[in-house]
């Protein structure tokens, strides 16, 4: 599902109801016919989510992005031989595991996005949420990273002012127009 909307519309503090990181104010948040209302809700859900910030120098932080993508694994309860593996599986699947042993604030932008999406990956989502995610990226950076999420088969919920990026990758996109969500021509 993509969703698109002007700026300071709330696409991002959707995600971040979705998530859990923020509360709202009327309604509720459901996640696999669950109703989330909790932290603890919040937090098994998130297990199941993953979230790739709109600025993914914010999500890499280790020394390297091997470390960065094994981080999620190791949270969830992984010893650090699987969590790694795991790292190097998603690192793999995405085609750039010769970032492995850099560093993620030397990458460039796509680098750093793919980086970023593996760190994600490792922890084998059910759904991703993906806030701009071709923000930054060159035109064949971003057409890499259509291609990627289209051969993923996850489902995912991507936020973006390129509604051409949202169009090709999604079944379906939303406009959110004061707080309400509207179809958009063509792909609703």
């Known amino acids: ?94 085609g750039v595991e010769r970032l492995a042993e850099r560093t993620g604030c030397n990458l460039s932008g796509g680098e750093q996005k793919l980086a970023a999406l593996a760190s994600v990956l490792s922890m084998r989502p059910k759904l991703l949420l993906l806030d701009e995610p071709t923000n930054e990226l060159d035109s064949a950076s971003a057409g890499l990273l259509c291609d990627i999420l289209l051969d993923l088969g996850l489902p995912f919920i991507a936020v973006s002012h390129d509604v051409a990026f949202l169009e090709r990758v999604c079944t379906g996109v939303l406009r959110l127009r004061d707080g309400i969500l509207v179809p958009v021509e063509g792909k609703s």
């Open 1 to 94: 599902l993509g969703l698109c909307g002007d700026i300071g519309s709330g696409k991002s503090s959707l995600l971040h109801l979705i998530t859990g990181l923020l509360k709202p104010l009327s309604g509720s948040v459901l996640f696999e016919d669950r109703v989330l209302e909790t932290e603890k809700d919040f937090r098994t859900a998130r297990l199941g989510m993953g979230y790739l910030l709109q600025r993914t120098e914010d999500q890499l932080f280790c020394p390297t992005v091997l470390e960065d993508a094994a981080f999620g694994p190791i949270n969830q309860g992984l010893s650090p031989a699987q969590a790694r593996e795991r790292a190097l599986e998603s690192l793999r699947v995405l």
